[in-house]
């Protein structure tokens, strides 16, 4: 591995670290599952450099999942909040990005008579209010469940030839997640069910949970599509990003860390499982909901690309903020790439995979 090469001229004496932050969202990653397997914590202790999430980090610091200014930060999450703190300026870099489909749909009520995406003509849907965060300048990216929603419904009535004007976006409760569980996320499905909307954007285990609650149906499959395109949204590319500076003075450990990413993505596919056991708990959901979000063959696709499809997907989702109003100012993505520790990482696993 060419360290060096990578990192002396810029900062011929990096200043050493001995604690790696990392944070992810409670969907199904490689990162996390690394983690979950004492991958991560074992490769960097013989550095004597302490790995922990985000979630894990005294309150003062959880605001850097937002605003990505923290120096010894890597970031696996949804991509709306890592495009809008890149647009403010957050010094980062992309350098991972993957694709799991995590059982978007459009919840009804049962007798609703919704089967298909050209039925939603004309329709009420539910859109999550607008939240106000307590980072001013990180704004514009902390809607999650408004912007998923919008996204969600523009990606299902372009199957159908429509668009957002062919429809009723009605505002409703924003729900918040909490430790127990995301299900509060979806709280449009309270005005599904009081009859005030008639359909509802959801994703993900926690929804699964949350549409069996309260008796609401899929109306619309989203994942049942084949262009990827309708089904870009907040998880889908999801971006690993890296503070730059972590980057230019510790390029090795950037690349360690996408190495133990690898290499439990290629784990996770002959332990099927084994993952869901573990996906229980990373999204706080039961046994079913894991089952139904995310099938049957998510395990074989977990490790992160930067191929050319990705990054035009990702480009589509970054479009999308820019027009609704959910990015401070275009940037140039294709610069914010660096596919560099992704290589070397790739490297390291096939190299070490020959040898086994």
Known sequence: MTVQQNTASQNPVPQAIDQIWFTRCPVPTATGLAYKLGWLTEEFARDN????????????????????????????????????AKAQ????KLIGLTWIDEWQAILVRPDSGITQPDHLKGLRLALPEFIDHPIPSHVRGSSIARGMSLQGYKGALKIAGLTLDDVKLVEVASGRGNR?????????????????????YVKGASAVDAAKRVGAVVGIDLDSYPDLSTRVNNGTPRPITVHQDLLDNHFDLVVRFLYQTLRAADWAKNNLKGVRDILESE????????????????????????????????RQQKNFMLV?????????????????????????????????
Request: aromatic share 6%; hydrophobic share 40%; net charge negative.
């Open 180 to 200: 127990n569980g995301l299900g509060e996320l979806w709280a449009g499905l309270d005005a599904l069910v009081a009859g005030d909307v008639d359909a509802v």
């Open 89 to 92: 300026g957050a010094p980062t």
């Open 283 to 314: 999204t706080r959901s039961g046994e079913e909901g894991v089952a139904t979000a995310y099938g049957d063959d998510f395990h074989l696709q977990l490790a992160p690309d930067l191929s050319q499809e990705r990054i035009e997907l990702f």
């Open 324 to 356: 609704h109003g959910l990015l401070d100012k275009d940037f140039d993505l294709d610069s914010w790439v660096d596919d560099r520790p992704l290589r070397e990482a790739e490297q390291l696993l096939h190299k070490y995979q020959a040898v086994a």
């Open 49 to 84: 450099i302490q790995i922990n999430t985000l979630q894990e980090a005294p309150k003062a610091l959880s605001r850097h999942h937002y605003d990505h200014d923290l120096n010894s930060l890597i970031r696996e999450g949804g991509n709306l909040l890592a495009l809008a």
